[in-house]
């Protein structure tokens, strides 16, 4: 395993990309804006910020390539093979790739080199092995008549990723987009522009023409919002806060009614009953609440308890807690990091002190960071006990390591409160009553029920929400359908 000095003398010795990625090569922009360690505070480079003419030169560029069919008209084994040396080739850099995400986000460098990195080379390469076994439709109809039924790419994709997750959900959108003859154009949150910089290299290295996979780099309001009303841009999709969805889905109605596929916010359940396996419960309520410093779209921020074991598993989750090692996420040692950013910080704190004024008691963990780390990133983990579903926490998603405990006395109530949320991306439950378990999964308005387990998740199945947690999924073949159009072919014998 590498040591945290390995990795700063690897951090030396790369060059950090600073442009943005258009027809195979990198291109400066006419303005730029600073990207910092979020962990140290340090700058990092000045980012080429695209403005809207930049925009419409990538987008003009990933049409052509798409009308010239230089990758629309491959046959799918041409398609898998390159998808497949991408994903190799993600695997061959993860190193790189991995220093990279956590010098951008701040995350722990073994979860990006382990998880984030892995489990991007992978979803390239499931999506790369599927394509040539999906087959198109032939309609029943009378014998003097042929109705073939034929997937076709939807054309020009924009893709806007967030900076939780940059490589990985990068991949969840791309993989699928590529696969099926797409061009894409990746903007990556303005935080977190790295990893997919490297990756639009790694796939001109792979043989994917150049025009298919470009990078945008930019600020939110200026760049994101140019491709949102690009007449040109055919399908947008999204992972991030449900209030930048909403404003896609305006851009989409005032320029060309593009499709706009949002995955947004969530503030998931953990309902807990007094037959669970409590130690189990604790050690994943803790992964499902402080996993990436609780920068997760799905993470189980609202914990439930059955009242008769409310003060046994909550004394346990203080104290499995404070087993956390909070600190450099170079640290091979460290198993949580910074948030984002001080802003974003000092937003979850606020939350924090609301949910306390409010009524809300506070079970904080304490922090130890060295002197070289910016504290004011640094969010310590917070348990909130005595939460009624009146106050904001229990409905407000925070993206930061705080969970909020309330209690109930039947499974109806259990169900309730966890369905009292304009949200509805995903929920857990904990019980050895199989049955009960399943009739409750039934009630439940999320689009994945975790039982006696968290956040379980595969790229063989459907990613996304209910309600205002967005429409539309990711992974599994499920989520082909967001990059494709089907065309009736009538022939008549």
Not at 373 to 379: K, N
Not at 394 to 402: K, T
Request: aromatic fraction near 8%; include cysteine; hydrophobic fraction near 40%.
């Amino acid at each position: 395993m590498k040591l945290k000095q390995d990795w700063l003398n690897q951090f030396s010795q790369i060059k950090l990309p600073s442009a943005y990625f258009m027809a195979g090569g990198y291109v400066k922009s006419k303005q730029s804006y600073g990207v910092s360690n979020p962990a140290t505070a340090e700058h990092l480079v000045d980012m080429s910020a695209c403005d809207m003419d930049e925009v419409d030169q990538v987008v003009q560029c990933a049409r052509n390539a798409f009308k010239s069919g230089v990758w629309s008209c491959l046959s799918p084994r041409e398609r898998k093979e390159k998808l497949k040396k991408l994903a190799d080739l993600i695997r061959e850099n993860a190193e790189e790739l991995a220093l990279l995400e956590t010098l951008n986000v701040g995350k722990p460098i073994q979860d990006s080199l382990h998880v984030d990195i892995p489990g991007a080379a992978f979803c390239f390469e499931w999506y790369a092995e599927s394509i040539d076994k999906i087959y198109d439709e032939i309609a029943p109809t009378s014998k003097d008549q042929l109705a073939m039924v034929n997937r076709e790419p939807i054309g020009v994709v924009a893709a806007v990723v967030p900076w939780n997750f940059p490589l990985d959900l990068a991949s969840w959108k791309l993989a699928p987009a590529l696969a099926t003859g797409n061009c894409v154009v990746l903007k990556p949150a303005e935080q977190s522009p790295f990893t997919a910089l490297k990756l639009a290299e790694l796939a001109k290295q792979a043989g994917i023409p150049d025009g298919v996979f470009q990078v945008v780099t930019g600020l939110g309001h200026i760049t994101g919002q140019a491709l949102g009303r690009h007449p040109d841009v055919d399908c947008l999709v999204f992972t991030g806060s449900t209030e930048t969805a909403k404003k896609f889905l305006a851009y989409s109605a005032e320029s060309n009614m593009k499709p706009v596929w949002p995955e947004t916010g969530g503030k998931s359940a953990n309902i807990i009953f007094a037959d669970a396996d409590l130690d189990k419960a604790v050690d994943k309520a803790i992964f499902g609440a402080f996993y990436n410093q609780g920068e997760v779209c799905s993470a189980n921020s609202r914990i439930l308890l059955e009242k008769s074991i409310a003060q046994q598993f909550t004394e346990k989750f203080i104290e499995k807690a404070k087993t956390l090692v909070i600190g450099d996420p170079l640290d091979p040692n460290t198993n949580m990091g910074c948030l984002i950013d001080r802003q974003h910080a000092m937003n979850v704190r606020a939350a924090i002190a609301q949910a306390k004024m409010q009524g809300a008691q506070s079970h904080t963990i304490e922090l130890h960071l060295d002197a070289h780390l910016d504290v004011d990133s640094y969010v310590a983990p917070t348990i909130l006990t005595d939460v009624n579903p009146d106050f904001n926490i229990f409905h407000d998603e925070v993206f930061g390591p705080v969970v909020a405990i309330t209690t109930f006395e039947t499974k109806e109530e259990a169900v309730e409160l966890a369905n009292h949320s304009i949200y509805g991306l995903a929920a857990s439950i904990w019980t050895k009553d199989i049955q009960k378990a399943i009739i409750l999964a039934q009630q439940l308005l999320v689009g994945t029920v975790s039982i006696n387990t968290v956040d379980a998740l595969d790229v063989s199945t459907p990613f996304g929400g209910y309600k205002q947690s967005g429409y539309g999924r990711d992974l599994s073949l499920h989520a082909i359908d967001k990059y494709t159009q089907l065309k009736t072919t009538w022939i008549q014998l």
